[in-house]
């Protein structure tokens, strides 16, 4: 069973059961610090990091899609390496898109594989000596920012700028893996999506390369113009998504969440269906959880990807400029 982020951790002002956990916490920084004097391996060719320091989804894996896209249209043999969260196989090694399903190796490992080669598995280190064999020319990871096994070229920090860092504890406290103070040293860029209420901006280095933008879906979503919606979603912040559809004008009939990673179960899947019976109504979800619907169901559903837009694409180029420079 998958368990949802308590509510506690976004919380602006620390709650009673924050302020109880807060010494397990001091345990958890003390683990990440001591975690990162351990010794990186450094490969013959550059690793970019796409990574985050909270709990929960924050866009890491639309921007990992992004630029393995760009790698691949400058020319270039990127492979990415990944844990294969949220799949239910312990299988390692190179993922096969046509064979592998998404309920086996993890939703957001089979959304890299139909980019580039995919190599699934707790060492990082064997994962991207695999990769280098096997003709990678470049290497990039979804998430490993706190695993310090492999030397980066490139580390960017992905932060979601509505949720912030929720009450800017670390776990079980709060929701971050590390503080936004330990892990600056070891990065090269910061990327923010969406608005920033939170203003985290002022806690980044004004020397920091920053890049702004907004996760929006992409061009299918004309095609549910008119229609009336049933939205459903197992990611880090579903109400993202449906927001995302909201912007765009659509109309939704009603929102249905699920926990991050979630395998939709055959009775799941029989209520999802019976929702979409009225005329002219849609199912809408996102690619991620439909990677991992039956063949069959899927044909009843649309999908929609999301990609970034930037309010400062120059410098999205030039970071990939600096990396393949490395």
């Known amino acids: 069973m998958k368990l949802t982020a308590p509510s506690f951790w976004q919380k602006p002002a620390p709650t009673t059961?924050?302020?109880?956990?807060?010494?397990?916490?001091?345990?958890?920084?003390?683990?990440?610090?001591?975690?990162?004097?351990q010794p990186s391996l450094k490969l013959p060719v550059p690793?970019?990091?796409?990574?985050?320091?909270?709990?929960?989804?924050?866009?890491?894996?639309?921007?990992?899609?992004?630029?393995?896209?760009?790698?691949?249209?400058?020319?270039?043999?990127?492979?990415?390496?990944?844990r294969g969260y949220g799949?239910?196989?312990?299988?390692?090694?190179?993922?096969?898109?046509?064979?592998?399903?998404a309920i086996d190796v993890g939703d957001e490992t089979m959304l890299l594989a139909r980019i580039a080669p995919t190599w699934r598995?707790?060492?990082?280190?064997?994962?991207?000596?695999?990769?280098?064999?096997?003709?990678?020319?470049?290497?990039?990871?979804?998430d490993g920012l706190q695993d310090p096994s492999l030397h980066?070229?490139?580390?960017?920090?992905?932060?979601?700028?509505?949720?912030?860092?929720?009450?800017?504890?670390?776990?079980?406290?709060?929701?971050?893996?590390?503080t936004l103070a330990d892990a600056l040293p070891r990065l090269h860029a910061v990327t923010l999506f969406g608005k920033d209420p939170h203003h985290i901006i002022n806690q980044i280095p004004p020397d920091m390369p920053l890049l702004r933008g907004t996760l929006s879906a992409g061009p299918a979503i004309r095609k549910l113009q008119g229609?009336?919606?049933i939205a459903f979603a197992g990611i880090g912040r579903p109400q993202k998504f449906f927001s995302t559809l909201q912007d765009a004008g659509l109309t939704l009939l009603r929102t249905l969440t699920f926990p991050d990673h979630h395998i939709y179960s055959r009775r799941e899947l029989k209520q999802l269906a019976q929702l979409a019976h009225a005329p002219d109504t849609v199912l809408v979800t996102t690619e991620k959880d439909y990677v991992k619907l039956p063949p069959l169901f899927q044909n009843f559903v649309t999908s929609l990807d999301i990609e970034p837009r930037w309010?400062?694409?120059?410098?999205?180029?030039?970071?990939?400029?600096?990396?393949?420079a490395a």
């Open 227 to 229: 229609h009336q919606i």
């Open 311 to 324: 309010n400062n694409p120059a410098l999205a180029s030039e970071l990939l400029d600096r990396f393949l």
């Open 17 to 37: 059961l924050s302020n109880l956990l807060l010494p397990v916490s001091w345990i958890t920084g003390h683990m990440a610090r001591q975690r990162q004097k």
């Open 87 to 101: 799949g239910r196989s312990r299988r390692t090694g190179l993922i096969r898109p046509e064979r592998d399903k």
């Open 121 to 142: 598995g707790p060492d990082r280190q064997a994962s991207a000596m695999q990769a280098i064999a096997a003709g990678a020319d470049c290497l990039l990871l979804d």
């Open 152 to 178: 980066k070229d490139m580390n960017i920090l992905v932060i979601d700028g509505p949720a912030g860092l929720g009450n800017q504890r670390l776990l079980p406290a709060g929701p971050l893996r590390e």
């Open 47 to 82: 690793v970019l990091c796409c990574g985050n320091i909270t709990v929960g989804g924050a866009g890491k894996t639309p921007l990992a899609l992004y630029l393995l896209q760009q790698l691949i249209k400058r020319g270039r043999t990127p492979h990415a390496i990944t």
